[in-house]
């Protein structure tokens, strides 16, 4: 069973430049996480899918990201514009059902913002 | 809001040397706890949940404890390719679908 796969798995782009993230997640997972970890840090949530819908989307720093999951398959999530601070690593992540389950985590992509 | 430490940030053990690593958590109602290992340069890689207080689980030379406020992943005898951070993270009944995650402890066990 393939895991959960993330593209790009390296970007480096100049403040004020757009990004998007890729990820796929393990199929018929409908749950769909995103989480970030910036330097120094611990890794933070930002969203999570069921299917199309976002059911929880307290950890988006602001505006400038939009997570989208059209169809209930694969996610992207969107910075626009990329500020120096949004440099980290991007992991997706994905479970069979909500609750109190494993969620399975993809390899991450790693942004730098110059 | 719900918070995880982990201690100790480093650890560095001889082959064969057992050890515990410590998640300590504040969460309200916990609904489950989660052990991960993570490589360097990958994402991470689940190894464990735990549910309640009392609870255990086991696998190859690791096995995580659960009590009311703290868990402990314990390493018996470890082998060089046991070296990697360990995260824990906890799902409480507040918001049981995100991951409160700890800093990690990184592991390096020398041969």
């Known amino acids: 069973e393939a895991g959960v796969t993330q593209f790009p798995s390296h970007s480096v782009i100049e403040k004020g430049q757009t990004v998007t993230l890729r990820c796929d997640p393990i199929s018929g997972h409908d749950n769909l996480y995103w989480y970030r970890r910036v330097m120094g840090k611990e890794i933070k949530f930002l969203l999570h899918?069921?299917?199309?819908?976002?059911?929880?989307e307290s950890g988006m720093p602001n505006n400038r990201f939009l997570a989208e999951r059209t169809g209930g398959t694969y996610s992207t999530l969107k910075v626009q514009p990329a500020e120096l601070e949004d440099s980290g690593v991007y992991f997706c992540?994905?479970?069979?059902?909500?609750?109190?389950?494993?969620?399975?985590f993809g390899p991450g992509t790693r942004l730098l913002v110059l | 809001e719900d918070q995880v430490t982990q201690s100790p940030e480093a650890l560095r053990l001889q082959e064969g040397e057992s050890s515990s690593l410590n998640c300590s958590y504040t969460v309200s109602g916990l609904r489950g706890l989660f052990w991960y290992r993570q490589d360097p340069g990958k994402g991470p890689e689940f190894l464990f949940t735990l549910y309640s207080a009392g609870e255990e689980k086991e696998k190859e030379r690791l096995k995580a404890t659960l009590t009311k406020k703290e868990s402990f992943l314990h390493i018996t005898a470890p082998k060089p390719e046991d070296s990697a951070t360990y995260l824990c993270?906890?799902?409480?009944?507040?918001?049981?679908?995100?991951?409160?995650f700890g800093s990690g402890t990184k592991l390096n066990v020398k041969p």
């Open positions: 993270a906890v799902q409480g009944a507040n918001n049981f679908n995100k991951f409160y």
């Open positions: 992540a994905s479970s069979h059902t909500s609750g109190p389950t494993a969620q399975y």
């Open positions: 899918f069921v299917k199309e819908s976002k059911q929880d």
